[in-house]
């Protein structure tokens, strides 16, 4: 084919999508979560590689590209066309394309200093077809349990105190990487559990836990060595196991037993100072005694938005109205457990409800912590990884007019003195290098 012949990439034309066959016996498969990265590549650069035909526009190279295009509706793709190719090079060459690319490597060092640049320029890395896991995989250099108790883990994370924190940038998602495999929690006993419109869990991989980094500045910045934390809807091991390592007493309060019991083993075997309790927060008079919290934190469920069990005392299987009073009677209790000039950080998002209205749970959240006598005082938001959501979020602007939402917010509260409590609280280092410029 380099004798002076024509090649296929010497002409690009547009063909109905229509009018494109499929190669029946392609060996190469395609998963969704594939196709809509292709999908989001398409949609972010355009077509930049023409899907490869015969004369009889019969694929050769492209299967992928063909399913993304018409993920996104598109009526025309550009093609090249093969001619004078037998009918065993045809059906070599689909094997080929994909196995010749797999065959290439990584120069790993350059790899990092190309992702450190796109991250550090906002860029939504996993539109490189590179997952967050994958990244984290790639910074991360295998440490030993020893490491981390030889200090590696609680040396202060250099986050400075500002009202947005960036989840995607690199060194977040390094620290995360390390926490979660000290920890060892992936939502193993969430799996088979969430609902078809959890939106967190999509933002992390499948599984909505709380991140430890962000655990990890919580107690940095609002509470203090050896102080009693409080969690009236403990969830996952994180915070507990994050609390206990930063020097915190925990206490936490779990409806589902297998829950509870999970979180209890993994601080246990850490020897960690981490109390789980099987029960209804309703109930937390019953563990909890008045005054003696140092910090109350938590991250409720979002109403309805992902399911964790069938207990009808289960938040998130409750009406929306009823959710709400039970979460304020909830709420409301915690703050005769909390002592005065303390803090309380609630982690909350928006829910829609059936009709794609907001419910109103930071408004409601906020009103509800005032009214038992809290001062509203920071809020912070929690920035996600964008990932798949960038393609969907398109369709939904059309529809809808909705916005894809990649954040959380994280409500802080005093009780007292905000004044008093930092005083009370120590000093509090902060790195505050990354503020330079700004």
């Not at 066309?81 to 060459?93: L, R």
């Not at 986050?159 to 000290?182: A, M």
């Not at 994180?238 to 589902?256: A, C, D, H, P």
């Not at 039970?326 to 998002?349: C, D, E, P, T, W």
Request: aromatic share 10%; net charge negative.
């Amino acid at each position: 084919m380099t004798d002076g012949r024509s090649w296929p990439a010497d002409k690009v034309e547009r063909r109905d999508i229509k009018t494109l066959i499929p190669y029946a016996r392609n060996s190469r498969t395609h998963s969704d979560e594939q196709i809509t990265q292709i999908a989001a590549s398409i949609k972010e650069w355009g077509f930049t590689n023409p899907i490869l035909v015969d004369s009889q526009n019969e694929i050769i190279a492209g299967h992928g590209r063909l399913l993304a295009a018409k993920k996104l509706n598109l009526k025309d793709v550009p093609c090249i066309q093969a001619d004078d190719w037998t009918d065993a090079q045809k059906q070599a060459y689909v094997i080929a394309d994909n196995k010749l690319a797999l065959n290439a490597g990584w120069d790993e060092e350059l790899l990092k200093i190309e992702f450190k640049e796109l991250t550090d320029l906002n860029f939504d890395v996993e539109l490189t077809g590179f997952s967050l896991d994958e990244l984290s995989d790639l910074f991360h250099e295998p440490k030993t349990y020893d490491d981390y108790e030889q200090g590696k883990l609680t040396k202060v994370y250099g986050q400075p105190p500002f009202s947005v924190l960036d989840t995607k940038k690199g060194d977040w998602v390094e620290r995360k990487k390390y926490w979660r495999d000290l920890i060892g929690d992936f939502g193993e006993s969430r799996e088979g559990k969430l609902a078809s419109n959890n939106l967190m869990a999509e933002l992390n991989s499948g599984v909505s836990i709380l991140d430890p980094v962000l655990a990890e500045i919580i107690v940095h910045w609002f509470g203090f060595e050896g102080g009693q934390v409080f969690d009236p809807f403990a969830g996952d091991t994180v915070f507990g196991f994050v609390s206990g390592y930063k020097g915190m007493n925990f206490q936490g309060i779990e409806l589902r037993k297998e829950q509870a019991d999970l979180n209890q083993q993994r601080c246990d075997d850490a020897k960690l100072p981490c109390v789980y309790y099987t029960d209804t927060s309703e109930n937390m008079d019953d563990y909890i005694e008045n005054g003696s919290i140092d910090l109350v934190f938590s991250c409720p469920p979002y109403a309805d938005l992902e399911v964790y069990s069938d207990d009808p005392n289960d938040l998130s299987n409750m009406s929306h109205d009823d959710f709400f009073m039970v979460y304020k009677r909830i709420l409301q209790k915690s703050y005769s457990k909390l002592k005065n000039n303390r803090f309380a950080v609630i982690v909350m998002g928006e829910v829609r409800n059936k009709k794609g209205q907001y419910i109103g749970t930071i408004p409601k959240t906020i009103e509800i912590m005032e009214s038992a006598g809290y001062k509203y005082y920071n809020e912070i938001i929690l920035v996600n990884s964008v990932g798949t959501l960038a393609l969907r979020s398109g369709k939904q602007m059309q529809a809808s007019r909705k916005v894809g939402k990649i954040h959380q917010n994280v409500l802080v509260f005093v009780k007292g003195d905000a004044s008093v409590a930092a005083d009370e609280l120590g000093e509090i280092e902060i790195n505050l290098e990354e503020a330079d410029g700004d």
